[in-house]
Every structure is written in structure tokens, then in C-alpha cells.
């Protein structure tokens, strides 16, 4: 089954002033991606299924990490990782701890650490 492209508006910054005109969405192919002007960004619908349920989870603030590889003009979002934290309606803190045992696992078990280049955010 071919990609499905969807038309999104634009979107728009606190200023009102629009990002981008030409924001595209693509669901096809067991992917789901956003392209903008001449970037791309990637991810398996596994993963993107696993984002929303993290969104969904809270009404307050929440941060992860990510693991992505680009290619090209495509940034390829592959695993999400989900430090401890501590959210509010306003902030979220990741646990420096938690980080520092992640990826001290991560070099602890082979992993390229160059891939760890993802920083989430979701505003409450």
C-alpha cells in the first residue's frame, strides 16, 4: 500500500506567524512522517503509537530521549526512551541519575551513542 499524503496547515508560533507552507503528512508503509520544506522526519508507526501513548498518558508536561540515524534529507526516529522525571503543568526535569544509568548501559551494551540525538517535549 502507497503512502496517504495529507495536506496539514500551516502551523503557527505564539507571533502568528507561520512556520511553513508546505507541511506534508505521510502514513503508508508501516511509517508514519512529516516533511517540511526540505527535511523529512521518520519514524515506524510502532514508535510513533509508543509517543502518543506517552502524550496521551499525562495532562502535564513530559520530556524523552530518542535514537534517530539521518539519512540524507531524512531523520529516522527509531526507539524512544523514556527517562524518570518530574513533571508539572509548566516544567519537566529529567532525572540526571536515570540518564547517566541509560547510557552507561547504553556503551555497556555495544550501542552508538552518535544515534542518542533526540530530545522530545510535550507542553501540558
Known amino acids: ?21 508546505a507541511m506534508q503528512y505521510h502514513i503508508g508503509g508501516g511509517e508514519v512522517s512529516v516533511s517540511m520544506d526540505d527535511i523529512t522526519v521518520a519514524m515506524p508507526k510502532t514508535v510513533y503509537q509508543k509517543l502518543i501513548s506517552y502524550v496521551m498518558a499525562t495532562g502535564d508536561e513530559i520530556s524523552g530521549l530518542g ?9 529516522r526516529i527509531y526507539e524512544l526512551i523514556m527517562p524518570k522525571q518530574q513533571n508539572s503543568g509548566s516544567t519537566t526535569e529529567l532525572d540526571e541519575a ?3 544509568k541509560i547510557v552507561t548501559d547504553m556503551v555497556r551494551n555495544g550501542r ?7 530530545w522530545w517535549h510535550k507542553v501540558a
Do not use: F, T, Y
Not at 535514537?67 to 531523520?75: D, P, R
Not at 552508538?112 to 533526540?118: G, K, P
Open 1 to 21: 500500500m502507497g503512502k496517504k499524503k495529507h495536506n496539514l496547515p500551516a502551523l503557527e508560533d505564539k507571533r502568528d506567524e507561520p512556520i511553513s507552507e
Open 67 to 75: 535514537m534517530c540515524k539521518k539519512q540524507g534529507s531524512i531523520i
Open 98 to 100: 536515570d540518564v547517566s
Open 112 to 118: 552508538d551513542l552518535s544515534e542518542l540525538r533526540m
